[in-house]
């Protein structure tokens, strides 16, 4: 008995090759993304980890006037310290071409005996000699440098001078240099002293023991700096990173998160494609499941029949998804590792992704393919031997008054939903793809819509008036604003400031800064509270990174705050929240309330200063004139805006192309969708079809029945598909934005987007029903009316 079952299952699958090649490619195309994204999470999570603890992190860094090798040996004989190290970070700027481009210089004491934040040579001189320096690998591009060419490099306090790259090294404890839009070099205090700058080292960073999360890391910092003190060497500042956490691990876990969600969506859509497809293959056989049951088969045993059959196809897709997965797996690791600076060491993948990807593969389907199959073996042997096609049960009177394309998609209303609710999930998740990739493009053009001005120049010490009034004489520039700014960190009363941020100081930093009265550089939304007034004279408006800080201190708006401002102690009242795309925390006070903190009595850190150019080449000519007329100022950085723009998009570019990737599967699984269902109709409707010929109808006219049916059905998804896109962009907008970002993207809701689905829908769907109907109708009566 076993044996005949079998046979029919491989007679069915020759004289059906169409249906399931297309029910093994729905399947194995979403297990293809499936095994992909979840690959690359299990190789990603893995290699970051054995990447960024290799390097050793510091725990804490603790700020000093100067780290002897006394205070270093102090540190090292703490209980609670494993390791110490005295490093130093010094912001520079190097020569590309005609422009300048920040340098961030780590002054390492001795090369040969690292222990905190390690880094490996990966060409070239170890240690570097003096006068020259090593560059982190990723930094090759932005500085145009590579081993045995030379940069010219300035520090704050020196002068040009060339440095020689002896080497290269890769550090994966930091973020990725051409994300960033800055160069990592590396030097001796020797080299250092060449420069112009004192060969003095004033960090002290430190593993500690027995942390487990970052506030254990601060509170055994703090403990750390006042058994220092008691020593003789009072700590400046504090600065915690999130613990054993990369820079980037947050973005590429929500990257990974969603990309795997919609995965698993497009593979819970591939099974409804089974299960539509495996419908119309029982739409054909109701007789024979009829006749089976006559001589004696079990409803259990039909069953069975036919759920061996959708596993066996799942296996089959499983098979062919399997390798395709592993290698794209491993291509999407690697993209992204080499986006992220880090190096796979391993691409293996743990046996859990394979068990999980083949138990989806088969099932999946069985879960969603046993509706149909129970419904069609639940039938009596008198209901199978009858089935005409449409019958009176399905076909209710109350349909008649009905246009016929309606009444024709009404008579199986649980088909038709099931129909629906495939191609409006897989056009819902297309446009949101694709949705969301427009949103975050709106929230790069808030850039440029709440800042006003084309360059920022930042200066290592306040500067008098004469540099502004300078710049203002230049043909190239209309305006030029000066602004109080400082290096910030929230504080508390009689304990030193902590920064939750990296050594690189840009991750997680916060600033203040003062902003002339009325200034009309900067229009930020307001979230919370207000904006500055004029007559403030101890408020602060915190924009949303920097809020998010505070916020888990538990400070809100109308609480008090303490900032500690380049090491100043002052108490502020929170008035707003802003939003304020691209940028670190920042901290808004007025110009006299910063002039009267500060004692800066006019001059100003920084001046931002809008251009008369009104093209990128135009404006690039005026960044080098104002970049030469402030060569006598200690300049520390000239930030272009569109360099701003340009840094943070390069933080989402996998995101966007990944998103796009995946609405390529939506569009191929709702695709295959439509056609299976449609061609399910028409199908099931053969011997209808032989009827309606046979009482005078045309060729022509069945052709345009079932073309219209497959409009009616295909204009109604598509009305569905648009009205879930809206709440799913929302969703993942907020879960991108918020996540990776701490702002929800703004929600854009594209026309081309939705023009793009329905053109696709429009062109599967009457493709998939007018071949069929137009097969169906060039059949003879006698034909027609004898197909099973």
């Not at 932005?142 to 520090?155: H, W």
């Not at 400046?236 to 990974?256: A, G, N, S």
């Not at 931002?608 to 004139?625: D, G, K």
């Not at 056609?675 to 053969?686: A, C, M, N, P």
Request: net charge positive.
């Amino acid at each position: 008995m076993l044996d005949v079952r079998l046979r029919k299952l491989w007679r069915d699958l020759r004289s059906e090759p169409g249906r399931v090649g297309l029910m093994v490619t729905a399947i194995a195309v979403s297990l293809i993304a499936v095994g992909s994204v979840l690959g690359a999470y299990a190789i990603l999570t893995r290699e970051i980890a054995v990447n960024y603890l290799g390097t050793k992190p510091a725990s804490a860094t603790l700020e000093f006037a100067a780290v002897s090798p006394e205070l270093v040996r102090a540190a090292g004989q703490d209980p609670q310290v494993s390791a110490a190290e005295g490093r130093e970070v010094v912001l520079s700027r190097a020569k590309v071409g005609p422009d300048w481009r920040p340098l961030l210089l780590f002054v390492i004491d001795d090369f040969s005996a690292l222990r905190v934040n390690t880094f490996r040579s990966q060409d070239g001189a170890w240690p570097p000699p003096t006068g020259s320096l090593l560059l982190e690998r990723s930094a090759r591009g932005i500085l145009a440098a590579t081993t045995g060419e030379r940069l010219l490099v300035k520090s704050p306090n020196g002068k040009a001078t060339p440095l020689l790259v002896s080497g290269l090294v890769h550090d994966p404890g930091l973020a990725p240099a051409w994300q960033e839009r800055e160069g990592y070099g590396y030097i001796t205090r020797a080299t250092l002293a060449a420069l112009g700058e004192a060969p003095v080292l004033g960090e002290l960073r430190v593993r500690l023991r027995d942390i487990h999360d970052t506030k254990g890391a601060e509170v055994s910092a703090l403990a750390l700096a006042e058994r220092l003190e008691r020593r003789g060497f009072p700590a400046r500042e504090i600065r915690v990173p999130p613990l054993d956490q990369h820079p980037h691990q947050r973005q590429m876990t929500t990257i990974l998160f969603l990309l795997l969600t919609f995965s698993l969506l497009s593979l819970l859509l591939s099974a409804i494609v089974v299960a539509t497809s495996l419908a119309a293959l029982l739409a054909r056989q109701v007789r024979e499941i009829g006749v089976m049951k006559t001589v004696g088969a079990t409803t259990r045993q039909i069953a069975a029949m036919y759920l061996l059959l959708v596993a066996g196809l799942g296996a089959c897709s499983v098979l062919i998804a399997l390798p395709a997965g592993i290698a794209g797996a491993r291509a999407f690791a690697g993209e992204v590792a080499e986006m992220l600076n880090f190096t796979l060491t391993s691409r293996a993948l743990p046996a859990w992704v394979f068990v999980v990807q083949a138990a989806a593969g088969v099932v999946l389907p069985l879960l969603v393919a046993a509706v149909p199959i129970g419904r069609a073996t639940r039938a009596s042997v008198r209901q199978a031997i009858e089935q005409y096609g449409a019958s009176a049960d399905t076909a209710r009177p109350g349909y008649a008054r009905l246009p016929p394309a309606l009444r024709n998609a009404l008579r199986r209303p649980g088909r038709l939903a099931l129909t629906l609710t495939l191609l409006a999930a897989g056009g819902a998740m297309f446009m949101t793809a694709l949705n969301v990739s427009r949103g975050w493009q709106r929230n790069l053009d808030k850039i440029y819509e709440t800042r006003k001005y084309d360059v920022e120049v930042r200066l290592h010490a306040p500067a008098s008036a004469e540099l502004a009034e300078t710049l203002r004489s230049l043909p190239e520039v209309r305006s030029v604003e000066a602004w109080g700014y400082s290096p910030a960190a929230f504080a508390r009363p009689e304990q030193l400031p902590v920064l939750r941020t990296y050594p690189d100081r840009g991750h997680g930093s916060l600033s203040v800064l003062a902003p002339p009265a009325h200034t009309g550089l900067i229009r930020l939304p307001v979230r919370a509270g207000r904006w500055l007034e004029p007559a403030d004279t101890d408020a602060v408006v915190l924009n949303h990174v920097a809020f998010a800080q505070a916020n888990a201190a538990g400070v809100g708006v109308g609480e008090r705050v303490w900032l500690s401002l380049d090491g100043q102690r002052s108490n502020w009242r929170v008035v707003g929240v802003v939003e304020e795309i691209g940028s670190a925390g920042v901290a808004y006070v007025t110009d006299s309330a910063f002039s009267r903190v500060m004692g800066t009595g006019g001059r100003a850190r920084m001046l931002r200063i809008v251009t008369r150019a009104q093209t990128a080449p135009e404006r690039q000519a005026a960044i080098r004139s104002i970049d030469d007329a402030s060569a006598a100022a200690e300049v520390e950085l000239v930030t272009p805006l569109s360099e701003l723009r340009t840094a943070v998009g390069d933080h989402v570019v996998i995101l966007m192309r990944a998103l796009l990737a995946m609405a390529v599967v939506m569009a191929i699984v709702g695709a295959l969708g439509l056609g299976s269902t449609l061609g399910t109709s028409v199908v099931e409707r053969t011997r209808e079809l032989g009827v309606m010929k046979a009482l005078g109808a045309t060729p022509a006219r069945i052709s345009r029945l079932i073309v219209a049916e497959a409009a009616f059905i295909t204009a109604l998804s598509f009305v569905f598909a648009l009205t879930a896109s809206v709440p799913l962009t929302f969703a993942v907008d907020w879960l991108v934005g918020n996540l990776g970002f701490l702002a929800p993207l703004p929600l854009v809701i594209g026309v081309s987007p939705a023009f793009v689905w329905l053109v696709l829908s429009a062109v599967v769907g009457l493709s998939a029903s007018w071949l069929p109907a137009r097969r169906a109708a060039a059949l003879s009566v006698r034909e027609a009316l004898s197909c099973n």
